[in-house]
């Protein structure tokens, strides 16, 4: 079968280019807040494109990290657009790395469809630690995370084809399964039942949290068909620079979050639904529990990311199990992410023994381990092994 991974991975980036709203905020922005002389650090650069904008603000240096294959991009469009004396490329994940100075700014676009989904917390707390200097200024330097009730039409297709009549027999339990998970929609201001609301804001360059918690009540403004909870970001780039996906969202780069009902039901002027978030381990985990009060009557009900169909079985601590990360789980997460068709089983155990020498050794040990996991998920690479 013909692989589209790097088709994909171009079609990916490019449409990132075309988005002349997020381009445009993030020059803007750049030029504002970078200084001549400035060193920067661009974390999750991608193509480089913003690596590029800040030598054209003046900086001395960049540092571009990324982990991704995209990087080989990067590397030719500096080369070609006059810039490579002035940007180091880092192919790595940014906490892997060290720079020989540290940065004065730091850049980086990993804003998620609703804000830190994709792990800015964690990369700005690390970065801060060891890669800035004190004070350094940041793009973005704050965001928001916004919700509203929202009936969404059409209705997610992963949710709907679990219920379709078609289908010969119950397969429910997939719509429960995929009920607990955030789901990508487009929303119209049509689509909302009620005034958004700001459920966090958080300044990247003062003392960011390791959990973030948040609730809010939400009145029903007109009859709809409740579908959940819609969610989107607003990032503060740089002062009086905004970057939103808002809806109608000016930016195709991202969509928006569905936080789904456990069962859609229509809803009236009057009516209130309240809803509770936590997102933990640096936006992997999202817990909600919606509380809805119509008239006299109040029901509760609680959706978890579960992300896993191991989720379904059955245990002895219940549905309102919340799961944490074993110190084994992050040994394999690490070598799954290490598996990117060029490493050898060998450097990665290398790296593993290095990294986690207390709890899987050294050795053959490491190596045994990490070769398992390697053939249990890697496809075999040219030189018979399991790619890794």
Known sequence: MYDRTTVDILDY??????????????????????????????IG???????????????????????????EIARHACRDN???????????WSSRIDVPRRADVLLSETIGNAAFDEGILGLVVDA?????????????YALELWAAPVQADPYPPALAAWKDPLLPFDFSVGYTLSNNNLHPIQLEVADLLG???????????????????????????????????GLWFRAELAPGIILSNAPPNPAPSWVHWLLPVPKPRVVKPGDRIDVHLRIRE??????????DVHAERQKT???????????????????????????????????????????TVEEIARRVALQFSDSIGAGDAAYAHVLEVCSRYGSRGTGGAPAA
């Open 282 to 291: 640096n936006g992997g985990q999202w817990t909600w529990q919606f509380g």
């Open 13 to 42: 980036h490019s449409s990132m280019l075309l988005d002349s709203e997020r381009l445009d905020a993030f020059r803007r922005a750049i030029q504002a807040v970078v200084k001549p002389g400035d060193i920067v650090l661009d």
């Open 82 to 92: 006059g810039f490579d004396d002035r940007v180091t490329f880092v192919e790595d």
């Open 301 to 343: 009900a609680q959706t978890t990311r579960a992300g896993l169909l191991t989720s379904l079985r059955p245990s002895s601590a219940g549905r309102s199990m919340t799961p944490e990360r074993t110190q084994a789980s992050l040994v394999d997460l690490y070598i799954l992410q290490a598996i990117d068709g060029r490493t």
């Open 195 to 229: 005034e958004p609301v700001r459920l966090l804001k958080i300044d990247l360059a003062g003392e960011v949290p390791e959990e973030l918690e948040a609730a809010a009540s939400f009145p029903i403004a007109r009859q709809g068909r409740l579908h959940g909870v």
């Open 128 to 140: 801060s630690k060891r890669l800035l200097v004190e004070g350094a200024r940041m793009i973005p």
């Open 45 to 71: 650069c991608g193509t480089g494109i913003l690596s590029l904008f800040a030598c054209q603000a003046g900086a001395a240096h960049v540092y571009a990290v990324e982990q991704g294959q995209i990087i």
